[in-house]
């Protein structure tokens, strides 16, 4: 059984704290795991319940369950792979002397 784990992966459920910002300075939602668990890449999160919305200038802390899908062993290489592949678009080569674009 831990073989198959391995290779496709487990889903279980874990408490979270989420922390909402929609003001001047942030707008952010941040997602704090209990227990301080590692996500890997590859690793799917989702927070469970109803959709939050917070008005402008205001900041929300509140409590969820959340699922997290370990990805197995196959999804973890590709995924690796897949970003370390696109980070090549980030480079821009020219071998012109940019005079005569």
């Given at each position: 059984m831990s073989r198959l784990i391995r290779v496709f992966g487990e889903a279980f459920d874990v408490g979270c704290t989420v922390d909402i910002e929609n003001t001047f300075d942030s707008c952010h939602a941040h997602v704090e795991l209990d227990g301080n668990l590692p996500i890997h890449p590859g690793d799917?999160?989702?927070?469970?319940?109803?959709?939050?919305?917070?008005?402008?200038?205001?900041?929300?802390?509140l409590r969820r369950r959340a699922s997290v899908r370990r990805a197995g062993a196959l999804k973890r290489l590709w995924t690796r792979l897949s970003g370390n592949l696109e980070c090549l678009?980030?480079?821009e080569v020219s071998f012109s002397s940019g005079s005569k674009l």
């Open positions: 799917a999160v989702r927070v469970q319940g109803d959709p939050v919305v917070v008005p402008y200038g205001a900041k929300l802390t678009d980030l480079f």
